[in-house]
C-alpha cells in the first residue's frame, strides 16, 4: 500500500493522499520524533547523573584524604611554575610523594630482596620520605 502517490499518478488521478493515510504517516512520525526526543532526554539525563555521581564521589574522596606523609599537612595546590621542571624532576617528585622512587631504600627493599632499607647518610633509620627530608 503506498502512502502517497506517485507524481505520474497524482497528474494522471488528480487527487490527494486519502485522509488516512496522511494521518497514519503523521501518528508515525509523531511517534519517531518524540522516541528520539526521549532517547536524547535519557542520555541527557543519564550524563547529569553520571556527573553529579562522579563529583560527589570525588569531593567523599577529598575528605577522607590522609595528610601528606612530609608536611603532615594536606598538601598545597600544585604550582604552576612546576610545569617549568623538566620531566625527569616532576616524575621523581610525583614517585617520592607517592613513596615509590628508586631513589628511596625502603622502596628497593619492597621490590628487591636483600637490599636493607637503612638511611644510606645516617645508618640509622629507615631510608623513607619522610626521613629524607629530616636527615
Known amino acids: 500500500m503506498e502512502i502517497f502517490n506517485t507524481s505520474a499518478n497524482f497528474r494522471k488521478e488528480n487527487k490527494f493522499p486519502e485522509v488516512s493515510q496522511l494521518t497514519?504517516?503523521?501518528?508515525?512520525?509523531?511517534?519517531?520524533?518524540?522516541?528520539?526526543?526521549?532517547v536524547c532526554l535519557c542520555l541527557y539525563l543519564s550524563v547529569y547523573v553520571c556527573k553529579y555521581v562522579y563529583t560527589q564521589a570525588v569531593v567523599a574522596a577529598e575528605m577522607n584524604f590522609v595528610p601528606n606523609?612530609?608536611?603532615?599537612?594536606?598538601?598545597?595546590?600544585?604550582?604552576?611554575?612546576?610545569?617549568?621542571?623538566?620531566?625527569?624532576?616532576?616524575?621523581?617528585?610525583?614517585?617520592?610523594?607517592?613513596?615509590?622512587?628508586?631513589?628511596?631504600?625502603?622502596?628497593?627493599?619492597?621490590?628487591?630482596?636483600?637490599?636493607?632499607d637503612v638511611?644510606?647518610?645516617?645508618?640509622?633509620?629507615?631510608?623513607?620520605?619522610?626521613?629524607?627530608f629530616n636527615c
Open 24 to 38: 497514519t504517516l503523521s501518528v508515525c512520525l509523531c511517534i519517531y520524533f518524540s522516541l528520539c526526543l526521549s
Open 69 to 116: 606523609r612530609v608536611l603532615v599537612a594536606s598538601p598545597p595546590d600544585v604550582s604552576p611554575l612546576e610545569s617549568l621542571l623538566p620531566r625527569s624532576i616532576r616524575t621523581t617528585l610525583s614517585q617520592l610523594c607517592f613513596g615509590h622512587c628508586q631513589l628511596l631504600n625502603t622502596y628497593k627493599a619492597r621490590i628487591t630482596s636483600g637490599i636493607s
Open 119 to 132: 638511611c644510606p647518610q645516617c645508618g640509622v633509620a629507615p631510608h623513607s620520605v619522610e626521613h629524607l
